[in-house]
């Protein structure tokens, strides 16, 4: 098989969790922690509520999913589009330019109690499923070619379901490349207004990375070439690429989180919007400019429905949306999302203020670096000018284990209630777990 393919397989078959450095192992439940948090924010979203009603219509398989937050089995791919929807609707999950790598953790826990898993192998786990998620997303460059992140997210979710099976490296290599081949989404998901689908999309290739990856360990075989071959991956998708040797450098430390619920671009805007409410009021503002990246001014500062967000997958991928709300409320919310906020229809004369344009030191900088400079022009005349740079949550500037656990509580306790504190500490001791599905079961609701 192709040499890409094989070294993600090897790696996938045969990491085991003594061997991982103590510091990966803490980011690793940093990211736990923070992906469930997000999972049970978001346990109420269409997505995962539409994929219940299928599921259950569906009798389980021998190798039944978990369902996050639920007394209810389902087949482990149904749960493993559930979980990943959950995780990923809120847009609070963590995130390295052009995707999430913990879209794809949905897949891993849904196998972990049929698996027989302990606290040590969910660890090792997600740590295949980021390391391999990083290097693939920097990688491939799907955003810059059209297509979506879901590809390199259904071949990291293969990999860290082949561990959680403990299956050998040639079945996890066949479960990649069919995987690979047969999982191909295009980036229309999210431009213009956006649907439904934009927090369903990476759910729905970890849901197909489960079942490739059962076929594989039932014996299926994939193409032999699934990367390199004549109409292959780098043929067809991503152009050549290399991957950075696995093990002998980690990425997972170096994943960001997100502090505000909105796309990570907008991080910044967020926290301008917070300092600019401290000297100036939105009615002695004439116009405001701010200076991004090419990446967020395609992503999120371009396009007349950023300015008319409909949907609320629109608005938390709208700058001029996020800005105005962050300098009238003081910051953002999960709230800041109803239907009622983002069509405010006070909001609109402030949004129309705002104006973005790519500036080309800034994009230089990025992603490496992340800076925002906003400049508001008041009705006097007057010019102030704020800069964020790295906001919070960036690598350079990653949130602390407080922060991430303030986060969790506070997206966990409306569903848990008090127990939401006795979860977070089984969450950072995961690995003197004997059975992981004894945390599944700590967060059921129903």
């Given at each position: 098989?192709d040499?890409?393919?094989?070294?993600?397989?090897?790696?996938?078959?045969?990491?085991?969790?003594?061997?991982?450095?103590?510091?990966?192992?803490?980011?690793?439940?940093?990211?736990?922690?923070?992906?469930?948090?997000?999972?049970?924010?978001?346990?109420?979203?269409?997505?995962?509520?539409?994929?219940?009603?299928?599921?259950?219509?569906?009798?389980?398989?021998?190798?039944?999913?978990?369902?996050?937050?639920?007394?209810?089995?389902?087949?482990?791919?149904?749960?493993?589009?559930?979980?990943?929807?959950?995780?990923?609707?809120?847009?609070?999950?963590?995130?390295?330019?052009?995707?999430?790598?913990?879209?794809?953790?949905?897949?891993?826990?849904?196998?972990?109690?049929?698996?027989?898993?302990?606290?040590?192998?969910?660890l090792?786990?997600?740590?295949?499923t980021?390391?391999?998620?990083?290097?693939?997303?920097?990688?491939?460059?799907?955003?810059?070619?059209?297509?979506?992140?879901?590809?390199?997210?259904?071949?990291?979710?293969?990999?860290?379901?082949g561990?959680?099976?403990?299956?050998?490296?040639?079945?996890?290599?066949?479960?990649?490349?069919?995987?690979?081949?047969?999982?191909?989404?295009?980036?229309v998901?999210?431009?213009?207004?956006?649907?439904?689908?934009?927090?369903?999309?990476?759910?729905?290739?970890?849901?197909?990375?489960?079942?490739?990856?059962?076929?594989?360990?039932?014996?299926?075989?994939?193409?032999?070439?699934?990367?390199?071959?004549?109409?292959?991956?780098?043929?067809?998708?991503?152009?050549?690429?290399?991957l950075?040797?696995?093990?002998?450098?980690h990425?997972?430390?170096?994943?960001?989180?997100?502090?505000?619920?909105?796309?990570?671009?907008?991080?910044?805007?967020?926290?301008?919007?917070?300092?600019?409410?401290t000297?100036?009021?939105?009615?002695?503002?004439?116009?405001?400019?701010?200076?991004?990246?090419?990446?967020?001014?395609?992503?999120?500062?371009?396009?007349?429905?950023?300015?008319?967000?409909?949907?609320?997958?629109?608005?938390?991928?709208?700058?001029?949306?996020?800005?105005?709300?962050?300098?009238?409320?003081?910051?953002?919310?999960?709230?800041?999302?109803?239907?009622?906020?983002?069509?405010?229809?006070?909001?609109?004369?402030?949004?129309?203020?705002?104006?973005?344009?790519?500036?080309?030191?800034?994009?230089?900088?990025?992603?490496?670096?992340?800076?925002?400079?906003?400049?508001?022009?008041?009705?006097?005349?007057?010019?102030?000018?704020?800069?964020?740079?790295?906001?919070?949550?960036?690598?350079?500037?990653?949130?602390?284990?407080?922060?991430?656990?303030?986060?969790?509580?506070?997206?966990?306790?409306?569903?848990?209630?008090?127990p939401?504190?006795?979860?977070?500490?089984?969450?950072w001791?995961?690995?003197q777990?004997?059975r992981?599905?004894?945390?599944?079961?700590?967060?059921?609701?129903?």
């Amino acid at each position: 098989m192709d040499e890409i393919v094989t070294s993600m397989a090897a790696y996938a078959g045969s990491l085991r969790f003594e061997t991982i450095p103590a510091g990966v192992i803490h980011a690793a439940k940093q990211h736990l922690v923070d992906s469930l948090g997000c999972a049970i924010g978001g346990r109420n979203c269409d997505a995962a509520r539409m994929a219940r009603q299928v599921a259950e219509r569906s009798a389980p398989a021998a190798r039944v999913g978990r369902v996050l937050g639920s007394k209810a089995y389902a087949s482990a791919e149904s749960a493993a589009f559930i979980n990943s929807s959950m995780i990923r609707y809120l847009d609070f999950n963590d995130t390295v330019h052009g995707g999430h790598p913990s879209d794809a953790l949905g897949a891993v826990v849904a196998i972990a109690d049929a698996a027989g898993a302990d606290g040590k192998r969910l660890l090792s786990a997600l740590v295949v499923t980021y390391e391999t998620a990083v290097r693939l997303i920097t990688s491939m460059r799907l955003r810059e070619r059209g297509f979506d992140q879901g590809i390199a997210i259904g071949i990291a979710a293969a990999c860290g379901v082949g561990h959680m099976l403990t299956l050998a490296a040639e079945k996890i290599a066949h479960a990649i490349a069919i995987t690979a081949v047969a999982n191909v989404p295009l980036r229309v998901t999210r431009v213009g207004q956006l649907s439904l689908w934009k927090g369903a999309a990476t759910a729905f290739a970890a849901r197909n990375a489960v079942f490739a990856t059962l076929l594989a360990a039932e014996g299926m075989t994939g193409p032999e070439s699934a990367f390199t071959g004549r109409n292959g991956v780098f043929e067809q998708v991503s152009g050549a690429f290399t991957l950075a040797p696995f093990g002998t450098e980690h990425l997972t430390p170096r994943v960001g989180f997100k502090f505000w619920p909105v796309e990570n671009g907008a991080q910044a805007a967020v926290w301008a919007a917070r300092e600019l409410r401290t000297i100036a009021a939105p009615d002695d503002i004439a116009s405001i400019e701010i200076a991004t990246s090419r990446a967020s001014l395609s992503e999120i500062g371009s396009g007349p429905e950023k300015w008319d967000p409909k949907t609320r997958e629109t608005a938390d991928h709208s700058l001029p949306y996020i800005f105005a709300r962050a300098w009238v409320d003081g910051g953002i919310t999960v709230a800041s999302f109803d239907r009622g906020a983002y069509l405010d229809p006070a909001l609109r004369p402030l949004m129309a203020k705002i104006a973005v344009r790519q500036d080309d030191e800034i994009d230089r900088l990025f992603p490496a670096h992340v800076l925002m400079r906003v400049t508001a022009q008041d009705k006097r005349g007057g010019t102030r000018t704020i800069e964020v740079t790295d906001p919070r949550g960036h690598p350079a500037n990653l949130m602390s284990d407080g922060e991430i656990a303030d986060k969790f509580l506070g997206l966990a306790e409306p569903a848990l209630g008090r127990p939401a504190a006795e979860v977070l500490e089984m969450l950072w001791r995961i690995e003197q777990e004997e059975r992981a599905a004894r945390l599944f079961d700590r967060l059921e609701q129903e």
